[in-house]
């Protein structure tokens, strides 16, 4: 199947400071790249959608300027979490997905995910 | 009401039981279905997709009931190695072609020795 990585796979800093997220597919062009976000026990939650060369479609409730996604191109996408807080603490996993003609829907590839601790 | 809905457990059970999780989910316009399998700490992987017609890969058998928007899993023989969290996932055309998965909050599943 599809691989997508994302690094770094975990990362710890101090409150303020900004922390970027990469997230990119190996072996194939990813038409859309999605953002989710996973507290303990909570399920997944989609953050935003984004499409290569445009702008990203946030989720009711997360702030765009605080959680800055470029996919710039169609094998990369990032994610920056500016002035991390700690409760901006959690499991951050990227999708990437491709169309695939033959299918009713988008199949997503997820990568292994970057667990942010904010001090 | 939650779009989609699980029961979260834990479900714990001998190995070789047979085990069964159910969801529900709320938005009737929902297109596709799956089973997604999370080990803690880890992404989510997709075990298998759900067919109204019923589907089976294996020890694992997927239901789907689009009139009561309630979506099943069994697993027959259970191995230790099934121990995880089970995700139930819908697939919404979110518009302009584009689809969205919505995740329930997952079961999770320990299988004792």
């Known amino acids: 199947g599809a691989v997508v990585s994302q690094h770094p796979s975990w990362v710890i800093c101090k409150s303020g400071t900004s922390v970027k997220i990469e997230c990119r597919s190996l072996?194939?062009?990813?038409?859309?790249m999605f953002w989710y976000r996973q507290f303990p026990k909570q399920s997944l939650m989609l953050m935003a959608t984004s499409n290569e060369g445009s702008k990203a479609t946030y989720e009711q409730g997360v702030e765009k300027d605080k959680f800055l996604i470029n996919h710039a191109s169609l094998t990369l996408s990032t994610l920056t979490v500016t002035s991390a807080h700690p409760e901006d603490s959690s499991f951050y996993i990227c999708?990437?997905?491709?169309?695939?003609?033959?299918?009713?829907?988008?199949?997503?590839?997820f990568g292994p995910g970057t667990r942010l601790t904010v001090l | 009401r939650k779009e989609v809905e699980q029961d979260p457990g834990p479900f714990n059970v001998p190995e070789g039981a047979t085990v069964a999780f159910n969801c529900t989910y709320s938005?009737?316009?929902?297109?596709?279905f799956f089973w997604y399998r999370q080990d803690c700490r880890k992404e989510p992987k997709l075990l298998m997709s759900?067919?109204?017609s019923g589907n089976e890969d294996g020890r694992f058998t997927a239901q789907l009931n689009r009139a009561s928007q309630y979506i099943s899993l069994l697993i027959r023989d259970s191995k230790l190695s099934d121990s995880a969290t089970y995700l139930c996932v819908v697939n919404t055309n979110s518009g302009a072609g584009s689809y969205q998965l919505t995740f329930g909050k997952g079961t999770k599943l320990s299988v004792i020795p």
């Open positions: 072996d194939f062009q990813a038409t859309t």
């Open positions: 999708s990437a997905s491709t169309f695939s003609g033959m299918r009713s829907y988008n199949e997503q590839f």
């Open positions: 759900v067919y109204s």
């Open positions: 938005n009737s316009a929902s297109q596709s």
